[in-house]
């Protein structure tokens, strides 16, 4: 089973000041390592919600440390701060509406203020980057929404091979793909 | 309670040359009154399919009057002289996403004609801009959908207070927010 | 009844390259000839997926043959060479978001990679753009989903007057349109 690496980017004023510890990091981390069954390497990053510092950030786990994954948390929400959607719009060639479109849908079950969000994912080189809601709560059923759909979107980007902890969740591929 | 100011602007050829009534203004203006508790101040305008027209108007009532939400009908269709959709993306810092998609999904349940609409909202500085239908019937059914996520994100963008008529509507805010 | 002349775009590097047959493109017109009444004349087209002869095609296809309705297959996923919905972002004036909205939401209950793909629909000049999958189930699931709302978004941009065989499929006009 080949190692996957994952990077993961809390974006939070709050959280990156040390003002606050960052759970959310720690909820996608926990969540990884339930669903994913190969041997995984995180590269962490708690940084503000600056979106120079967002996209440069996502450079760098995509071009320099090669993640098939990269994971934000926060960001996502209509205010002035909120601007890692914007980073992520920037620095992907392809964008996949599929994803934001399924984590409100999701999200839609339990407040309807999911619409306010702007998650969304896309595609960087050989890394699939993924927006996530800032709660812990939200993150878990966002990412129980859309990982499925991640093993083979990575197969299909050119990224390491991803086994899901079927006990847990399926990972879906094409018969044939 | 705060006093909300709320721009109503309804693109139409044919309205705003007078060849027929505003009707859709006054459904939007008569939505906002049974689900909103606080006084309201509204600035009304009826203007033609225009985009530039549409985009100066936008701006007229977000930065000039400091509307703490802005709505539109029409103008949101594929036809050629369908542009407010285009004006909204053009004045607008952020898109939120989930407005068109939670509008389109409720008015897929009536007609099928739906996904033809390109309903959108945005953040322009302290305003919410929301796209909505053209027919009366649809602006409630559309309003009732997304109204509940609104006082929450005007909270956020730093307007005005909103106060829903609970027993009317409910408007949703998170806990500790 | 007027004829409907209907652009058929299969892309696919293989297919074009005579590596395998276009079963995708047989597909289409097959699901046309079951959906629609009207006379109809096909263009056809198996091209390599490059960016630049799909908008070629595209807009040979509206500017030229003076298409009502162009439907691609192929080209909308994450991997590089997909870039079907590049093209076709490319040279629509108008996206309709909700076409591919409601594909994925189609796709999504047989399958949870749907929300890999970016399938999209948009306008250029008098010509309905929609973006298809590339199986043939795919694309008739898909294709029953969104084309009751086709005669009607037809008629808006200009296009001739679509009769649906309505032994199969219902095409949904509003009252008084």
């Known amino acids: 089973m080949q190692t996957i690496k994952i990077g993961v980017v809390t974006t939070s004023d709050r959280a990156s000041a040390g003002i606050y510890e960052d759970i959310s990091g720690v909820a996608i981390i926990n969540v990884m390592d339930e669903f994913l069954l190969n041997a995984k390497e995180y590269e962490y990053r708690c940084i503000p919600d600056v ?23 926060g960001g996502t929400g209509p205010a002035l701060r909120d601007v890692t959607t914007e980073a992520t719009l920037a620095v992907c060639s392809k964008i996949l509406d599929g994803f934001g479109e399924q984590m ?48 083979y979107c990575i197969d299909l980007i050119g990224g390491a091979y991803m086994v899901a902890n079927e006990e847990v969740i399926k990972a879906f591929r094409p018969k044939g793909a």
Chains 1, 2, 3 share one sequence.
């Not at 510092?53 to 994954?69: Q, Y």
């Open 51 to 73: 979106q120079s510092t967002i996209e440069s950030t996502l450079k760098e786990l995509s071009d320099e440390f090669k993640c098939d994954l990269i994971v934000t948390t």
């Open 104 to 151: 409100r849908a999701v999200s839609l079950k339990y407040v309807p203020t999911a619409i306010l969000s702007r998650q969304t994912a896309g595609i960087r080189g050989n890394s699939l980057i993924v927006n996530l809601p800032g709660k812990p709560k939200s993150i878990k059923e966002c990412l129980e929404a859309v990982f499925p759909a991640i093993p």
